[in-house]
Nanobody
Framework: QVRLVESGGGLVQPGGSLRLSCGASGTLFSINAMGWYRRAPGKQRELVAGISFGGVTSYADSVKGRFTISRDSAENTVTLQMNNLRPDDTAIYYC??????????????WGQGTQVTVSS
């Protein structure tokens, strides 16, 4: 079992920045990648960014150039740095444990979610 705990959400004005962190524990040998998903009101969950444990990354087109995913292997944490935030980035953000196969693929390991609200 992989346990994931997110932190760092909140309210920010358009153009602002937030940093989300996800701490992983448990049977980490069962995953080789981690990712961030989000679910906005009335929309389906979407993959925002993924990172393999080898350092390969992928991003949704809507966040390329604004968001950066990184991993600290010593601390078993994954961070999502979000810059130039827009109102349509408002969503609940979820950390996920998964694997890398032609891009990020999720397992059913999820954090509890953290709310990000972008509003003036």
């Amino acid at each position: 079992q992989v346990r994931l705990v997110e932190s760092g959400g909140g309210l920010v004005q358009p153009g602002g920045s937030l940093r989300l962190s996800c701490g992983a524990s448990g049977t980490l040998f069962s995953i080789n990648a981690m990712g961030w998903y989000r679910r906005a009101p009335g929309k389906q969950r979407e993959l925002v960014a993924g990172i393999s444990f080898g350092g390969v990354t992928s991003y949704a087109d809507s966040v390329k150039g604004r968001f950066t995913i990184s991993r600290d292997s010593a601390e078993n944490t994954v961070t999502l740095q979000m810059n130039n935030l827009r109102p349509d980035d408002t969503a609940i953000y979820y950390c996920n444990g998964g694997y890398w196969s032609r891009g990020y693929q999720p397992y059913d390991y999820w954090g509890q979610g953290t709310q990000v609200t972008v509003s003036s």
